[in-house]
Every structure is written in C-alpha cells, then in structure tokens.
T-cell receptor, first 112, second 112 residues
Framework: SQTIHQWPATLVQPVGSPLSLECTVEGTSNPNLYWYRQAAGRGLQLLFYSIGIGQISSEVPQNLSASRPQDRQFILSSKKLLLSDSGFYLC???????????FGQGTRLTVV | QKEVEQNSGPLSVPEGAIASLNCTYSDRGSQSFFWYRQYSGKSPELIMSIYSNGDKEDGRFTAQLNKASQYVSLLIRDSQPSDSATYLCAVNNDQAGTALIFGKGTTLSVSS
C-alpha cells in the first residue's frame, strides 16, 4: 500500500532563517506531488505541484521554492522566512491529476 | 480564477440527524469532485469521490453532484459527535498537470 511521510511535524523558526521540509511517498511510481499551505482560519492554498522529476509548477509567487530530486521525494524550501510564512504545510500525492489526493501528516510552521 | 465556495458554518446538528453540506464551483470544465474531512490540527482525509451526475452512497455518507448547476453536496446520515470536523470540498478539471482546488471548508458540530 502507498504511504506518505512528511517531517518534521512541528517547527519554530526565526524570521530570516532558511527552511527545508521534506516529503516522501512509498508504494507507487511517478506520482503527482503537491505542496499546500493552510493558514489559520483559511482554506488550503496550492503552492507547488509536480508531475515528474524536475518538473515543478508554482501557483503562488513568493519566497518559497520546491524541488523534486527523486521520483518520490518532494522538498519545500525557503532562503529567508517571513512571519507570513507561518502555517500548516501539507504534502500530498495522487496517481494523476483527475484522481483523489492523499495527504501527509503536515508540518506546523511558526515563524517568530 | 477557479473558485470553490462553501458556507464556513458552523453547521450545528443534533446526534442522529442528517447533516447537509454544500459546495459550488466556478469552473464548468470540472470533472472530479471530492469531499475531505479534517479534524482540528490534523491533515485532511478523503471521504468520498464523485465523477458523474447523481448520487453516490458509502455507508452513512452520500455525495450528490449536479454539473449543470455546478453544485456538489455531502449528506451525513445519523450524525455522530465523532463527525464533528471541518469538511472540505475539492474540485479538479482533469487537465494534465493540474491540482485539486479546495474550498475553505464547512465546520460541522454534532451535539450529543
């Protein structure tokens, strides 16, 4: 069966510090991968999605970036965090665009 | 701008009642529709998927889709306190390289 791992679960970082969140999927090949963010009291905002290694689409221009160095690995990064980057970051995967997405456990990021 | 709209609630129902959650979407090309449940502090989990007009039943849950009216709903029969959560509607138009677009969710509270 397929599983998705996301870490860390919680993170407190100072403003201006770098960020690296990692997500890996097991039990499937060539999944679509997604990064969403959920700010307090707000809906899920799509940040990035990838249909293959090295293929990243950005939905929201900001100080975040994503990379997919391996088929089942998706990384969210920032060089300098802002207070507004605080939120619940969720990695997800799907077989293809038209099918359901499955989420990791999420990372709650607080920028202080 | 593709949008998915949900009443934020809270929707309060007594235990054993039917809860009705509604969602409208703006993209007429949408083909895939999903309902997710999200408990406070947790990641979304898939409840139902529906692709064709009409009703789809799974246990106590029924999803209803009307593409002409751009409307999808979720009925929860015999509501239980454990159903208290935020319910997210998600939509995709199935074009290659696209991702689910989520509504902001409806908070359901089931009182015992």
């Amino acid at each position: 069966s397929q599983t998705i791992h996301q870490w860390p679960a919680t993170l407190v970082q100072p403003v201006g510090s770098p960020l690296s969140l990692e997500c890996t999927v097991e039990g499937t090949s060539n999944p679509n991968l997604y990064w969403y963010r959920q700010a307090a009291g707000r809906g899920l905002q799509l940040l990035f999605y990838s249909i293959g290694i090295g293929q990243i689409s950005s939905e929201v221009p900001q100080n975040l970036s994503a990379s997919r160095p391996q088929d089942r690995q998706f990384i969210l990064s920032s060089k300098k965090l802002l207070l507004s980057d605080s939120g619940f970051y969720l990695c997800a995967w799907s077989v293809q665009s038209s099918t359901e997405a499955f989420f990791g456990q999420g990372t709650r990021l607080t920028v202080v | 701008q593709k949008e998915v709209e949900q009443n934020s609630g809270p929707l309060s129902v007594p235990e054993g009642a039917i809860a009705s959650l509604n969602c409208t979407y703006s993209d007429r090309g949408s083909q895939s529709f999903f309902w997710y449940r999200q408990y406070s502090g947790k990641s979304p989990e898939l409840i139902m998927s529906i692709y064709s007009n009409g009703d789809k039943e799974d246990g106590r849950f029924t999803a209803q889709l009307n593409k002409a009216s751009q409307y999808v709903s979720l009925l929860i029969r015999d509501s239980q306190p454990s159903d208290s959560a935020t319910y997210l509607c998600a939509v995709n138009n199935d074009q290659a390289g696209t991702a689910l677009i989520f509504g902001k969710g409806t908070t359901l509270s089931v009182s015992s």
